[in-house]
């Protein structure tokens, strides 16, 4: 996978950026370091061409999520992550997520698959339309998520559905909302604060 890393202060986060569908590596280093200027920033690129629009799983159409291609891409995913970890000698404990749209969807996998390895994270605008049956406790995850009250592509229901989901399983998530999809400076100050 394409990847960016840049190193931080010892003992700082480790921020895993995941990016929106069309974005690359670079799409959330500029927020990365608005969150934590002293921390390691990794931007890893999604394996998935859509329309020549990176994304990290394929979907079947808007909104509808390919779930065999998510359980595999997330794997891959997990294993590169665990890859960096070691070839830059990074502390995991330190590893907090950062995802955006498509980026924010399969970290709610990362979450929920590896709940043992990714326990705090940042969600901007996530959606998870796909059936849940296993009820593990995340009781150690925390998580802060943006949703838009007028998002065209998220509706409300689904982003309190992402709500529901961690809280069923003891997650702490505080959920802020915004307005439409995009990614805003606001938000992005009330994650920053959310993470002191």
Do not use: C
């Not at 000698?89 to 929920?112: P, R, T």
Request: avoid cysteine; charge should be negative; glycine fraction near 8%.
């Amino acid at each position: 996978m394409e990847y960016m890393i840049k190193k931080g202060v010892e003992d700082a986060p480790v921020f895993i950026l995941l990016h929106g569908t069309g974005g690359t590596e670079e799409s959330l280093l500029d927020v990365g370091k608005v969150l934590d200027e002293e921390a390691t920033l990794i931007g890893i690129r999604g394996n998935i061409l859509e329309g020549g629009y990176p994304r990290y799983f394929k979907r079947l159409e808007e909104g509808v999520f390919d779930v065999e291609d998510l359980n595999n891409r997330t794997i891959e995913l997990h294993e590169f992550i665990q890859t960096l970890v070691e070839r830059y000698d990074l502390n995991s404990e330190k590893i907090v997520l950062i995802g955006y749209s498509n980026g924010a969807n399969i970290g709610i996998k990362l979450f929920l698959d590896y709940p043992t390895i990714y326990q705090k994270g940042i969600l901007f605008h996530p959606m998870y339309p796909v059936e849940i049956t296993d009820t593990q406790d995340l009781s150690q995850t925390k998580i802060f998520t943006t949703m838009g009250k007028m998002d065209p592509i998220v509706t409300v229901e689904q982003s309190e559905h992402v709500l529901q989901l961690f809280r069923e399983r003891k997650a702490e998530i505080t959920g802020e909302w915004t307005q439409g999809h995009q990614l805003t400076y606001p938000e992005i100050l009330k994650a920053k604060e959310w993470l002191a």
